[in-house]
């Protein structure tokens, strides 16, 4: 089973600020750095590990995971722009790549 997709995103926002910048995710739950940003309006997470995958939550105890994203995958979440979220890798830190922007 293959799904081909592409999906091209253009917005004008309020904000002024985006990240775009690879970060290391530890294996404790962390609040993902907001740079300069304010808050998140949309976020991508890319992980290009080759083995272990991360997880986002909406806590800092893994409650309330909202994304699993495995080796080599992607996920483009767009979160209330109140909620803090939080990441954490499986067995080893992983290396990945985010972009987000204001609202």
Request: aromatic letters at 6%; a negative charge.
């Amino acid at each position: 089973f293959r799904i081909s997709d592409t999906l091209n995103l253009s917005e004008t926002t309020s904000g002024t600020d985006a990240i775009a910048q690879p970060y290391t995710v530890t294996t404790s739950w962390v609040a993902i750095p907001l740079g300069a940003l304010a808050s998140f309006k949309r976020i991508m997470v890319r992980n290009t590990d080759s083995t272990n995958f991360i997880q986002i939550a909406l806590d800092n105890a893994g409650t309330n995971k909202i994304a699993k994203i495995v080796a080599g995958d992607a996920n483009l979440i767009t979160p209330d722009p109140s909620a803090t979220l939080y990441w954490k890798a499986d067995t080893s830190s992983v290396v990945v790549t985010m972009v987000a922007n204001e609202p």
